[in-house]
């Protein structure tokens, strides 16, 4: 059982799921604008994959859903995640990321307490939440499992409320655990809110390249297959109750993130205009911003011997390769869904 299996993580792992694996997966998703069906597109038919749109926070529906299903492992991604968004209007995030989160987890236990042996033995619910409940780290530090948390957006802190019922369900009834925190993702089918698609459309199109304040703000890049199959290695090797961070060691400014996706981009489609570092523009920062997320992925490597395959530059640029070939992906999306006007600004 994927919740959130049509976002963009979410369809990254189903995809990896279904063709790699050989799993039988239950998608439910509720469907929102981050939702692209497109994503899913080559296992849509699959007889091992099926999908249902349902909310997180129906209680009922989940329950049932549940009964049918009869999950041996569940993988709840099912959120609202951008911060942008979450400073405009908190209160879905809280609905989904909080309440969601304790209807899943009191569902999870309902249906672990009803299983008997190997089963009940074998059975996971995997929470995964992002390295952004830790706040802002200090220059060469990187956050650990055991990092105290300080979140500093409303979507950050939601993440941490849930993260924090989770380990609650686990120590006061037993329901086995296990949860992972990940890095910034990045790769193919990403909805173009993100820093990277919409750097990457915006370059596309010569327009304007907004970067919050002088583009000094780091982050740990993930390519997102990668982070998928460090999802089931943990959902599936992890310690009950322990926590593994996921990153790619990749911390990159902001700055040169998109001057690496401006150089990528011309040379695979020059613009007359000249270089389009020429288009990257300064703009004011967003409220709470932080300065600097990392995390020291050392022990899911040591314990479970996951890697990541690509590097930052192999990821991106086939990352900004997959977008300029699928303009039947993004264009709808743009027209329809988000234009690249600016969020979370308090204007």
Excluded at 24 to 43: M, Q
Excluded at 161 to 170: E, P, Q, T
Excluded at 312 to 331: A, I, K, P, Q
């Amino acid at each position: 059982m994927v919740t959130g299996g049509a976002g963009f993580i979410g369809s990254a792992l189903v995809r990896l799921l279904v063709q790699e694996i050989s799993a039988t997966v239950l998608n439910i998703d509720k469907l929102t604008y981050a939702a692209k069906l497109d994503s899913l597109a080559e296992v849509a038919d699959h007889p091992h994959y099926a999908l249902v749109e349902a909310d997180v926070s129906d209680a009922p529906r989940m329950r049932a859903l549940f009964r049918e299903f009869q999950p041996d492992i569940v993988i709840h991604l099912a959120a609202e995640s951008h911060v942008d968004r979450s400073i405009d209007g908190p209160a879905v995030f809280i609905n989904t990321n909080v309440v969601g989160t304790f209807i899943m987890l009191e569902e999870a236990l309902r249906f672990w307490r009803g299983l008997a042996g190997a089963r009940r033995d074998a059975f996971r619910f995997h929470h995964v939440s992002t390295d952004e409940v830790f706040g802002s780290l200090a220059p060469s530090t990187l956050c650990a499992e055991m990092t105290r948390y300080d979140p500093s957006s409303p979507y950050a802190a939601s993440k941490a409320a849930s993260d924090h019922l989770v380990r609650a369900w686990h120590r006061t009834y037993k329901l086995p655990v296990v949860l992972s925190s990940c890095g910034n993702n990045y790769g193919p089918y990403q909805f173009p809110e993100k820093l990277i698609p919409l750097m990457i459309l915006k370059a596309l199109g010569g327009q304007s390249l907004p970067v919050y304040g002088t583009g000094e703000h780091v982050r740990d890049w993930l390519f997102v297959d990668d982070h998928a199959r460090a999802l089931w290695t943990i959902a599936t090797r992890g310690t009950i109750g322990e926590t593994y961070l996921v990153g790619g060691n990749e911390q990159k400014r902001n700055i040169d993130v998109v001057r690496s996706i401006c150089q990528l981009v011309d040379a695979m489609q020059p613009r007359a205009g000249g270089p389009r570092e020429n288009l990257i523009t300064f703009v004011a920062d967003r409220p709470g911003h932080d300065l600097r997320y990392a995390v020291d992925a050392s022990r899911v490597r040591r314990e479970l011997g996951w890697t990541p395959f690509e590097s930052f530059e192999t990821g991106l640029r086939r990352t900004v390769n997959w977008y300029l070939s699928r303009r039947d992906w993004w264009e709808p999306l743009l027209a329809r869904v988000y234009c690249g006007e600016r969020l979370g600004s308090l204007m």
